[in-house]
C-alpha cells in the first residue's frame, strides 16, 4: 500500500517508477520546506540575517497557498518565542527560526517553553554574536542556551536539515518528550548554500508526523490554571520530569530515525555520527560544518596512514555521554569547538572530558577554530588532528594563534 | 444596567492570595461576569500571578495561561492564533495586565500585537507602582509619590498611555475605574462585542502601596475621578467619549475638586503634608492635572 500511494505521489510519467523528489537550494529553503510540510498552525517569527530567506520562504508558502497556517509577524524574537508558546499551550504545533542575537532576545522565553513541556519546534542559524557586528558562523549564540531544557541539534548538511525538522516535530511531541526542539546549522556555510535535498510527498510526510496530541491544552471547557504559584517541592518534580524528558529523547532520537529510514530510506539520527571509527586510533569529535568539513580530513589522513575517525556530535542536549565512553574505549580523543566558553574552554570538550570522567583515561585534546566565521578547511583540520596527534597539549590550542604570544 | 443586575456567576473565587481590600480582585471579578465561561485569561507577571494562588489550586473558574512579564500580549496574539486554528473563533482572548508590565517591560509586546490587529482584550489594572515587587516606581506613578525607588517622591509625571494607545488607531479602547462597576461591565462587553486589538486601563486604588486603609478603596478610586486624577472615557471609532462624572468636567458641568483632595488621604503623598506643607510640588501635581483636561477639552470637546 505504501509503495503504490509513493509511486503514486511520486509519479511524473515515466511508466510509475518511483521517482525522487529531490531539490537543490539552500539549507534555510530545506528548514522552510520542512516547516510548512509538517503544518504547523502557527508560525511566528521576526527576522535577523541570516535566517530571513527561511522565514521569507514560509511567508511565500502562505502567499502561494502551499501553507495554510498562520504567521505571527511579531516584533521582536521575544515576541516570537511567546506567541509560540501561547499558540503551543493551546495545543497546535508550532514553528519558529531565528539565530545569534535573536535567540539570545528569546532566552527567557527559552527556558518558558521547556519549562511548561511545550514542543515549540525552531531553527536556528548558529551566527556571531556582536559586538562588532559579524554573520558568519559560530555556534556560540545556541550553545550560550545549552541550560534552557531545549533538545538541540547540529546539522551538517541541507538533507539532514530537512529530515531533522520533520524529525523533531515527532520527537518534541512525543508524550515521552514534550519538550521544544531547537535545529542548529551554521551561517551560510549551510544556510546560505544549495545542496540537493531529497523531499518526500506531503501524504509520506502526513503518515509519518501524525496529529498532534498534546499532554495539556489551555481548553475553557476544562479550565485549569498553568503556571501559576509553585512551592519547591513540586518545582524540583517539574525539574526532575524534564531531565526525565532528555533520558527518553536519547532513546527515541535513534528510534525516530529508524522510523523515518524504514520509510524514506535515509538515516539521518544517531546522537552521534561516526565515520570510519571501526579500527580508529584517534577520533576526532565536532559539530555542524566542521565536523562535515572534516569528513574529507579523516579520509586524507587515512591515506597518509593515520588510523582516525570522525564522530560527529548532532545532539549537544541530550549529551550522547555513554557513546563517547564506548568511543574513547581504544581510542583517543581530539575535540574541535566553534565556540568558547571564555574563563574555561570550548563547551564541547568540557562536555566530552565530563562524560569521561571516571570511566576512561583516554587522552583529549582540544582545539577552538571558526569563532567569528573564519574558515575552517579540511587542510586546518588535518593540521590540527596532526597537532594533536604528535604533540603533548596541555590545554585548549586556538587554532592558528600557536605561534602568537597572549 | 445597576450593580444589582450584574451576573451572578463568580469566575474569581472564593479563598483567594488577594491582600484585604485589593481592587485587582474587584476588578477580575466584573470583568469576567462580563467576559463570560468561554474565555482564557493570559497574565504575566503582577500581583495576579500571586492572588491566582498556590499550584496545584487556583482561585479562577477559567484557563489561566501564566507568562513572562514582558510577554502578555505576545503570549496571547499566540493563544487568539492557536485558537482560531481549531476554529474556536468564540473563545475570547484577554492579557490581564498590572502597570508595570504594561506601561513598562510590556509596551513593546502590546504595541506589537495591537498593531497586528490581533483580535483580543488588553486590560491593564493600574495601581501606578510595581506593587507584587513591594512598590517601586513604574511609568504610571504620579508626580509626587513616594515609592521605594522614588524614596523623596516621584519627580516625573507619569506616561499618558492612553494617548500612547489611541495612536495605533485601534477599534475599542476605555478608560475604567474599580469603583464604577456598571461603567467597567459595559466597557468589557462592548470590547467583547468588537472585532480586532481592544485596550482597558482600570485604576485600581492598591491599600498597601498607596498607605490608605484597606476599607477605602473603593473610595480613592471615586476621589480620583472627582478631582481629575483619573478620567472614565471610551475611544471608539477614533471618537473619545467620557463618561460619567468626567464627562461633566470635561464639559465643565461640574468644577474638579483639588487633587489635594485625592491625595491627602494617601500615605505615599505624607512627605508633601508634613512636616511642612512642600508647596511647589502639590502645584505642580494640580498644574499637571489641569493640563492634562485642557488638552482633553482641546481635542475631544
Not at chain 1, 497556517?69 to 519558529?96: D, L, N, Q
Not at chain 1, 517541592?233 to 528510534?255: C, G, S, T
Not at chain 2, 495605533?168 to 464604577?180: D, E, G, K, R, V
Amino acid at each position: 500500500m505504501r509503495k503504490r500511494m509513493q509511486c503514486k505521489s511520486n509519479n511524473h510519467g515515466k511508466g510509475g517508477a518511483t521517482m525522487k523528489n529531490i531539490i537543490i537550494n539552500t539549507g534555510n529553503y530545506s528548514a522552510a520546506k520542512a516547516a510548512v510540510m509538517a503544518k504547523p498552525d502557527v508560525v511566528a517569527a521576526y527576522p535577523i540575517t541570516p535566517q530571513t530567506t527561511l522565514v521569507e520562504s514560509i511567508a511565500n508558502y502562505i502567499a502561494s497557498g502551499e501553507y495554510k497556517g498562520e504567521y505571527i509577524c511579531v516584533e521582536s524574537e521575544h515576541s516570537a518565542m511567546s506567541a509560540c508558546i501561547g499558540a503551543s499551550a493551546t495545543g497546535v504545533r508550532t514553528f519558529t527560526a531565528t539565530s545569534s542575537h535573536g535567540l539570545l532576545h528569546m532566552h527567557e522565553m527559552l527556558h518558558w517553553a521547556a519549562l511548561a513541556r511545550l514542543p515549540v519546534i525552531m531553527c536556528n542559524i548558529n551566527r556571531v554574536i556582536g559586538p562588532g557586528w559579524n554573520i558568519w558562523a559560530d555556534e556560540n549564540d545556541s550553545i550560550s542556551q545549552r541550560d534552557t531544557g531545549w533538545i538541540q541539534f547540529y546539522c551538517s548538511s541541507n538533507q539532514e536539515i530537512f529530515d531533522t525538522v520533520i524529525q523533531a516535530f515527532k520527537l518534541g511531541e512525543h508524550k515521552d518528550v514534550a519538550l521544544p526542539v531547537m535545529i542548529n546549522y551554521n551561517a551560510f556555510i549551510l544556510s546560505h548554500t544549495s545542496m540537493p535535498a531529497e523531499i518526500p510527498s506531503q501524504k509520506e510526510i502526513d503518515d509519518y508526523l501524525g496529529k498532534y496530541q498534546p499532554l495539556w491544552r489551555i481548553d475553557p471547557e476544562n479550565p485549569v490554571t498553568f503556571g501559576n504559584i509553585i512551592m519547591p517541592a513540586d518545582y524540583e518534580k517539574v525539574r526532575r520530569a524534564m531531565q526525565y524528558a532528555h533520558e527518553n529523547a536519547k532513546r527515541l532520537i535513534p528510534e525516530i530515525a529508524q522510523d523515518w529510514k524504514k520509510k524514506f530510506g535515509r538515516f539521518n539520527g544517531n546522537l552521534i555520527e561516526k565515520y570510519r571509527c571501526e579500527d580508529a586510533e584517534v577520533i576526532l569529535l565536532a559539530m555542524g560544518a566542521i565536523a562535515a568539513e572534516s569528513k574529507v580530513s579523516i579520509d586524507n589522513l587515512r591515506k597518509e596512514g593515520y588510523k582516525i575517525g570522525l564522530a560527529r556530535v548532532r545532539t549537544f542536549r541530550p549529551f550522547p555521554a555513554e557513546e563517547i565512553v564506548k568511543l574513547a574505549k581504544k581510542t583517543e580523543l581530539i575535540v574541535i569547538d566553534r565556540n568558547i566558553s571564555c574563563g574555561y574552554e570550548g563547551a564541547l570538550f568540557t562536555e566530552v572530558k565530563s562524560a569521561l570522567y571516571n570511566k576512561s583515561d583516554a587522552k583529549v585534546s582540544g582545539f577552538i577554530a571558526g569563532l567569528g566565521g573564519k574558515d575552517v578547511t579540511y587542510n586546518h583540520i588535518e593540521d590540527m588532528c596532526k597537532k594533536a596527534i604528535k604533540g603533548k597539549l596541555k590545554e585548549t590550542v586556538w587554532y592558528g594563534f600557536e605561534e602568537v604570544k597572549k | 444596567m445597576a450593580i444589582k443586575d450584574l451576573p451572578d456567576t463568580e469566575y474569581v473565587l472564593a479563598g483567594s492570595a488577594a491582600c484585604p481590600g485589593c481592587p485587582a480582585t474587584i476588578g477580575l471579578r466584573i470583568v469576567l461576569k462580563a467576559l463570560g465561561k468561554n474565555t482564557v485569561m493570559i497574565v504575566p507577571a503582577c500581583c495576579t500571578a500571586v492572588i491566582e494562588s498556590v499550584y496545584p489550586n487556583t482561585s479562577f473558574d477559567i484557563p489561566v495561561m501564566n507568562i513572562a512579564f514582558e510577554a502578555a500580549a505576545a503570549g496571547a496574539s499566540g493563544v487568539e492564533a492557536g485558537l482560531r486554528m481549531q476554529g474556536k473563533k468564540d473563545t475570547t482572548v484577554f492579557a490581564w495586565a498590572g502597570d508595570g508590565g504594561t506601561y513598562d517591560i510590556g509596551i513593546q509586546a502590546l504595541s506589537g500585537a495591537i498593531e497586528r490587529q490581533t483580535n483580543f482584550i488588553y486590560i491593564c489594572y493600574n495601581n501606578q507602582i510595581y506593587s507584587n515587587t513591594g512598590i517601586q516606581r513604574s511609568g504610571a506613578t504620579p508626580l509626587g509619590a513616594w515609592t521605594t525607588t522614588t524614596v523623596g517622591g516621584k519627580t516625573e509625571v507619569r506616561k499618558e498611555m492612553g494617548d500612547i494607545i489611541r495612536a495605533h488607531h485601534l477599534p475599542y479602547a476605555a478608560q475604567a475605574c474599580i469603583s464604577y462597576p456598571e461603567d467597567l461591565y459595559n466597557k468589557v462587553k462592548k470590547a467583547k462585542s468588537i472585532k480586532g486589538p481592544k485596550y482597558i486601563e482600570i485604576l485600581a486604588p492598591c491599600p498597601p502601596g498607596w498607605h490608605f486603609p484597606m476599607e477605602k478603596t473603593v473610595d480613592m478610586g471615586v476621589l480620583a475621578i472627582e478631582t481629575g486624577a483619573w478620567a472614565l472615557y471610551e475611544f471608539e471609532n477614533e471618537k473619545m467619549i467620557f463618561n460619567g462624572k468626567s464627562k461633566l468636567l470635561l464639559e465643565k458641568k461640574i468644577e474638579p475638586k483639588p487633587v489635594e483632595e485625592w491625595i491627602k488621604y494617601q500615605g505615599r503623598f505624607r512627605h508633601l503634608f508634613k512636616p511642612t506643607r512642600d508647596e511647589k510640588t502639590l502645584k505642580a501635581i494640580q498644574d499637571n492635572t489641569d493640563i492634562i483636561w485642557e488638552r482633553y477639552r482641546k481635542c475631544y470637546l
